[in-house]
T-cell receptor
Framework: GAVVSQHPSWVICKSGTSVKIECRSLDFQATTMFWYRQFPKQSLMLMATSNEGSKATYEQGVEKDKFLINHASLTLSTLTVTSAHPEDSSFYICSAKSSGANVLTFGAGSRLTVL | QKEVEQNSGPLSVPEGAIASLNCTYSDRGSQSFFWYRQYSGKSPELIMS????GDKEDGRFTAQLNKASQYVSLLIRDSQPSDSATYLCAVKKGAPTNAGKSTFGDGTTLTVKP
């Protein structure tokens, strides 16, 4: 079945630094990837939709200059949290689907802690 | 009104019982419906997808869809402690194969007691 690898699984960083999270589709071409954020005991909040080769579409209220998304290839999308602050601490999850597929495959998630 | 609403939890059932999880959605244009299971600290995993009115069964899981009532449910028969998790209902406007985004409900936490 479809597999999505997300890395790192957890990261701790100092306030003001930038953190990059990678999402890779291992056995299929991911034409579309989604990035979510989930705070404890809350549901998934979609941050942006990323289509290969084009700019990401951000959800309302998500700062595109703070959360940089790149989807340069059919197997890799990255989310960079720039100038991270403690309030950015959260569980970040990606999901991916191939063209014509009807379900999403989720990565294992990345837990970010900003000190 | 939220786009996708799930019955408030937590839901607790004894082992072997039927767990019933409910979800309503507001957009009549929705065409694709999914149930995901999420264990604490983990990412969601797909349990069921359903696109047509009626029931769809897969092992101990049955998804039920009623588009007229804008309602989708998940039944878990013979509930096991390993079913204890948060269940997320997700709804997508477009056809199953298009690239549209899914909207997730807040989830219902299920606890199955031995």
């Amino acid at each position: 079945g479809a597999v999505v690898s997300q890395h790192p699984s957890w990261v701790i960083c100092k306030s003001g630094t930038s953190v990059k999270i990678e999402c890779r589709s291992l056995d299929f071409q991911a034409t579309t990837m989604f990035w979510y954020r989930q705070f404890p005991k809350q549901s998934l909040m979609l941050m942006a939709t990323s289509n290969e080769g084009s700019k990401a579409t951000y959800e309302q209220g998500v700062e595109k200059d703070k959360f940089l998304i790149n989807h340069a290839s059919l197997t890799l999308s990255t989310l960079t949290v720039t100038s991270a602050h403690p309030e950015d601490s959260s569980f970040y999850i990606c999901s991916a689907k191939s063209s014509g597929a009807n379900v999403l495959t989720f990565g294992a998630g990345s837990r970010l802690t900003v000190l | 009104q939220k786009e996708v609403e799930q019955n408030s939890g937590p839901l607790s059932v004894p082992e072997g019982a039927i767990a019933s999880l409910n979800c309503t959605y507001s957009d009549r244009g929705s065409q694709s419906f999914f149930w995901y299971r999420q264990y604490s600290g983990k990412s969601p995993e797909l349990i069921m997808s359903i696109y047509s009115n009626g029931d769809k069964e897969d092992g101990r899981f049955t998804a039920q869809l009623n588009k007229a009532s804008q309602y989708v449910s998940l039944l878990i028969r013979d509930s096991q402690p390993s079913d204890s998790a948060t269940y997320l209902c997700a709804v997508k406007k477009g056809a199953p194969t298009n690239a549209g985004k899914s909207t997730f409900g807040d989830g219902t936490t299920l606890t199955v007691k031995p």
